[in-house]
């Protein structure tokens, strides 16, 4: 509601981040939700000991700590900036009012709630049932299509080796030899940190569940 802009105005924060620093961790009090104005983060939680299972990278204009939003009032998953990231802060006391009043924002909501539970679901049944490869396969496909690419063609997104095994649950070691593998079929290019794909509809058939 347009009446609403000003109220929203005067009680959200601009908050910045610098790559690498946490924004929340898991188990921490829930404080309020965050809008992606500038920058990328992971959203990640913890597998094991110093491990890490990440579920999403966002982008400018996604929200991050609607998972928090729950009878337990803890965070369920941790985020950090990948770059230097700005992010609209609202209140969670302020942010719930705004959804009892503005049932047009909550509708819309729970259709992102929705869509969210669906990718979630598709991701968990894909990391159970795809090889190795399918999922190295898919992980640079969802990426591309996130993120698009730079002015080189390569996908516009700078992450570690760790951080894509991760995104693609599995081992470092796993993903290196996958990965190479692929450059070597000239399915995609690889240069330091960035990688370009040359063949998507390879990558597509080897998303096929066995």
Same mark, same amino acid.
């Given at each position: 509601?347009?009446?609403?802009?000003?109220?929203?105005?005067? &009680?959200?924060?601009?908050?910045?981040?610098?790559?690498?620093?946490?924004?929340?961790?898991?188990?921490?009090?829930?404080?309020?939700?965050?809008?992606?104005?500038?920058?990328?983060?992971?959203?990640?939680?913890?597998?094991?000991?110093?491990?890490?299972?990440?579920?999403?990278?966002?982008?400018?204009?996604?929200?991050?700590?609607?998972?928090?939003?729950?009878?337990?009032?803890?965070?369920?998953?941790?985020?950090?900036?990948?770059?230097?990231?700005?992010?609209?802060?609202?209140?969670?006391?302020?942010?719930?009012?705004?959804?009892?009043?503005?049932?047009?924002?909550?509708?819309?909501?729970?259709?992102?709630?929705?869509?969210?539970?669906?990718?979630?679901? &598709?991701?968990?049944?894909?990391?159970?049932?795809?090889?190795?490869?399918?999922?190295?396969?898919?992980?640079?496909?969802?990426?591309?299509?996130?993120?698009?690419?730079?002015?080189?063609?390569?996908?516009?997104?700078?992450?570690?080796?760790?951080?894509?095994?991760?995104?693609?649950?599995?081992?470092?070691?796993?993903?290196?030899?996958?990965?190479?593998?692929?450059?070597?079929?000239?399915?995609?290019?690889?240069?330091?940190?960035?990688?370009?794909?040359?063949?998507?509809?390879?990558?597509?058939?080897?998303?096929?569940?066995?």
């Amino acid at each position: 509601m347009k009446d609403w802009l000003s109220a929203i105005d005067s &009680r959200r924060q601009t908050l910045a981040y610098k790559k690498g620093e946490t924004i929340f961790e898991e188990g921490m009090p829930v404080k309020g939700i965050y809008f992606l104005n500038s920058g990328k983060v992971k959203i990640y939680r913890r597998w094991g000991h110093q491990k890490q299972l990440i579920l999403h990278f966002a982008k400018e204009g996604d929200i991050i700590g609607y998972r928090g939003l729950s009878n337990e009032n803890v965070y369920p998953v941790s985020a950090m900036a990948l770059e230097p990231s700005a992010l609209c802060f609202v209140d969670t006391v302020f942010f719930e009012t705004t959804l009892r009043v503005n049932n047009e924002l909550t509708y819309k909501l729970m259709q992102f709630y929705i869509n969210e539970l669906q990718y979630a679901e &598709r991701r968990m049944r894909n990391l159970v049932h795809m090889d190795v490869k399918g999922r190295v396969a898919e992980t640079l496909l969802m990426l591309k299509k996130d993120f698009g690419e730079n002015k080189e063609g390569s996908i516009n997104i700078t992450l570690t080796k760790q951080d894509l095994a991760s995104f693609a649950g599995t081992t470092y070691e796993t993903f290196f030899r996958t990965i190479n593998e692929l450059a070597k079929q000239k399915i995609v290019w690889l240069s330091g940190k960035e990688i370009a794909v040359l063949k998507a509809r390879k990558l597509e058939e080897l998303c096929t569940m066995k």
